[in-house]
């Protein structure tokens, strides 16, 4: 789920696929951003598959978002009534509306993602970039401070003595 390279001709070619970004700390995913990708694996929410989303449920840095965002792009160009679905949960309503935490770039407005900051302009690039690529581009934003532990979500907590790196 993590890291896959969307624009690898290895894969087949997606028409359609959805980046969930939350802002959950370590070991934490947000409830909303679990039942948002519970519903799109639904049959009401179109059955989407595991390889058609990518999730950051801690947060993106910018250039990682920028990167699977043109991977999306690249594939959903090839396809015809192609969609790709942007979903950004942060933690509250005003991070949704925050300003960048540089003091240099004051007044540009972001949506914070746990320690990341995402610009609001980069996401009106891409929905500009969408309508030229007649790409049906979504983006959903949302907040949410109902943070679920990983091990009742049901995965396994493995600490650095178990893993086999």
């Known amino acids: 789920m993590y890291g896959r390279n969307f624009s690898d001709r290895r894969y087949m070619v997606l028409a359609r696929c959805a980046l969930l970004c939350g802002s959950a700390p370590v070991d934490y995913q947000q409830a909303k951003l679990v039942a948002v990708?519970?519903?799109?694996?639904?049959?009401?929410?179109?059955?989407?598959q595991e390889q058609e989303m990518l999730i950051f449920p801690n947060g993106v840095h910018?250039?990682?978002?920028?990167?699977?965002?043109?991977?999306?792009?690249?594939?959903?160009?090839?396809?015809?009534g192609s969609e790709v679905l942007l979903y950004l949960c942060a933690a509250?309503?005003?991070?949704?509306?925050?300003?960048?935490?540089?003091?240099?770039?004051?007044?540009?407005?972001v949506v914070r993602l746990g320690s990341d900051e995402v610009r609001t302009d980069v996401i009106a690039y891409y929905a500009e970039l969408a309508a030229r690529l007649e790409i049906g581009f979504r983006v959903v934003y949302e907040a949410d401070s109902d943070f679920v532990g990983e091990e009742a979500l049901g995965y396994e907590n493995v600490g650095r003595e178990k893993c086999v790196c």
């Open 37 to 48: 990708h519970d519903f799109l694996e639904s049959k009401a929410g179109g059955a989407w």
């Open 62 to 80: 910018e250039l990682v978002l920028e990167s699977a965002l043109n991977g999306a792009f690249d594939a959903a160009a090839e396809e015809d």
């Open 92 to 109: 509250t309503e005003a991070d949704l509306h925050a300003e960048l935490s540089d003091s240099a770039c004051a007044g540009v407005e």
